[in-house]
């Protein structure tokens, strides 16, 4: 009961957070990347944690079913730090994000890696996976906390142009945060308190569009069995930057790993 009643007690100030965030998804994700100051572990960027204990849980997905001698595309790739992983594995790696402050943000941390690049691009704008397998031929992907923020519309049109990018060979791996509480609760599980929101989870709310969930049920709606076969899935753990102290924040999760029929 307790726990309720710290929830409600947050609501004022989660309004008015939420309130300053733009209507335009492409506006509010240049707003948050253009005034980001700090990436890293100990940065502002609420899901920028050092990537080792998650990336485990993806490795034997990525051997088993990647052709690694395709190019891997990072589908928002922020400051990509998972873009520079992606280029250890494979033969080149391209981030792409709609906001260009991400973009270049991501271009000055990763100086001298040749097998990097990375480019302004929405892919959900109709013909945006074409003009990617256009240029770099079929490819893998890898998705990580971006459809749980889009609207269903939204994941539909990104799915549509995976499905461009990968081709025959491809293959998409997404990871996404999947925790099934209200936004309140799951505010809650990341250390907010009525009068004390964490600085990287306050950033998020009052710049970025209202996350949801993403499990099952919601990648078979944007990724249809008709369309899509799933090679494997289930539930991890993502990690983000700590909250408190000094270990990362663990947030449930779902990945999956799909090639298109």
């Known amino acids: 009961m307790l726990r309720i ?43 920028d944690a050092e990537i080792g204990k998650e990336a485990e849980q993806y490795a034997h997905a990525v051997d088993t079913f990647m052709d690694r001698g395709l190019p891997i595309i990072d589908v928002g790739c922020g400051n990509g730090r998972w873009t520079r992983w992606l280029a250890d594995r494979f033969p080149s790696a391209l981030g792409v994000d709609v906001a260009e402050s991400a973009i270049e943000r991501a271009a000055a941390e990763s100086t001298d890696l040749p097998t990097v690049d990375f480019s302004t691009l929405d892919l959900t704008a109709p013909g945006a996976g074409r003009l990617l397998q256009e240029e770099h031929g079929e490819a893998n992907v890898f998705v990580r906390g971006v459809f749980h923020v889009l609207r269903p519309r939204q994941r539909k049109d990104l799915a549509r142009n995976l499905r461009d990018i990968v081709g025959h060979r491809g293959r998409v791996l997404l990871t996404e945060t999947n925790f099934r509480g209200n936004p309140l609760s799951y505010m809650h599980s990341l250390g907010a308190r ?18 949801g969930h993403f499990g099952p049920a919601e990648r078979r709606a944007a990724f249809p069995d008709g369309s899509w076969t799933v090679l494997a899935d289930g539930p991890v753990t993502i990690e983000a930057v700590p909250m408190s102290g000094r270990t990362s924040t663990s947030i449930p999760g779902y990945f999956a790993m799909m090639g298109a029929r």
Do not use: F
């Open 194 to 211: 009525p009068g004390s929101i964490p600085a990287p989870l306050r950033r998020a709310i009052g710049g970025i569009p209202v996350p």
């Open 5 to 47: 009643v710290n929830q409600l007690r947050m609501v004022p100030e989660v309004a008015r957070l939420a309130k300053l965030a733009p209507h335009d998804p492409v506006a509010a994700w240049e707003g948050y990347w253009s005034r980001v100051r700090t990436t890293g572990t100990h940065g502002e960027v609420l899901w």
